[in-house]
């Protein structure tokens, strides 16, 4: 079956600096990919979904300047956390979509973020 | 409007106990798609089952089964003979038709933490 990865799958950092997360789609090409966010005990919520080749379309309420996300090839797609700050902690969970108008998605595993 | 409800937020069961967890969606479309997801504490999302609007024939997998009701709008998952490997959170979501998700994006409920005792 399809896989995705993410990178990396914990991460710790400092308030202020940003981090990046990687997701890959390795044995397809992804046209578009999905962020989810998922709180402790919580239900997953997107933030924002992906195409290749053009803006990200974020959901209501995500900022798009601290949320970075650039799908800048169908196999790679990146989120960065600009100036992080510990609310930001959380579980982010990218998915890939196999074609256009398909409704099969592929998760990743995650990324723990935790902000200090 | 598009909602996953999932009114059960925790349940515990003893092992070789059969649980139904139940989901209750809300859609403006005809055409949708409802999934089932498992989550155990590794944090990885485990795919469990696909079901297109037009399909209500109800479904089983080894343990697992799937009633699909479009009369009171439900898709409920029922694991017999539970185990404690099938402890984990449970995820049911919601992919609405092109017409109104080009994109394809799912809806999650709240989630049901199983806890399979031995």
């Known amino acids: 079956g399809a896989v995705v990865s993410q990178h990396p799958s914990r991460v710790i950092c400092k308030s202020g600096t940003s981090v990046k997360i990687e997701c890959r789609s390795l044995?397809?090409?992804?046209?578009?990919m999905f962020w989810y966010r998922q709180f402790p005990k919580q239900s997953l919520m997107l933030m924002a979904t992906?195409?290749?080749?053009?803006?990200?379309?974020?959901e209501q309420g995500v900022e798009k300047d601290k949320f970075l996300i650039n799908h800048a090839s169908l196999t790679l797609s990146t989120l960065t956390v600009t100036s992080a700050h510990p609310e930001d902690s959380s579980f982010y969970i990218c998915?890939?979509?196999?074609?256009?108008?398909?409704?099969?998605?592929?998760f990743g595993p995650g990324t723990r973020l935790t902000v200090t | 409007a598009q909602k996953v409800t999932q009114a059960q937020t925790e349940i515990s069961v003893v092992e070789k106990e059969d649980v139904t967890l139940d989901c209750v969606y809300e859609?403006?479309?005809?055409?949708?798609?409802l999934f089932w997801y498992k989550q155990p504490p590794s944090g990885e999302l485990v795919f469990l089952i696909r079901?297109?609007?037009?399909?209500?024939q109800n479904e089983i997998s080894g343990r697992y089964s799937w009633n699909f009701q479009k009369s009171t709008s439900s898709f409920n998952f029922t694991i017999t003979a539970s185990q404690v490997v099938d402890s984990a959170v449970y995820f049911c979501?919601?992919?609405?038709?092109?017409?109104?998700?080009?994109?394809?994006?799912?809806?999650f409920g709240q989630g049901t933490e199983l806890s399979v005792k031995p």
């Open positions: 992906s195409n290749e080749g053009s803006k990200a379309t974020y």
């Open positions: 998915s890939a979509r196999v074609r256009q108008f398909s409704y099969e998605q592929y």
């Open positions: 979501a919601l992919s609405e038709g092109l017409i109104y998700n080009q994109g394809g994006k799912l809806i």
């Open positions: 859609t403006r479309d005809t055409t949708y798609y």
């Open positions: 044995d397809f090409q992804a046209t578009t």
């Open positions: 079901r297109n609007s037009f399909d209500e």
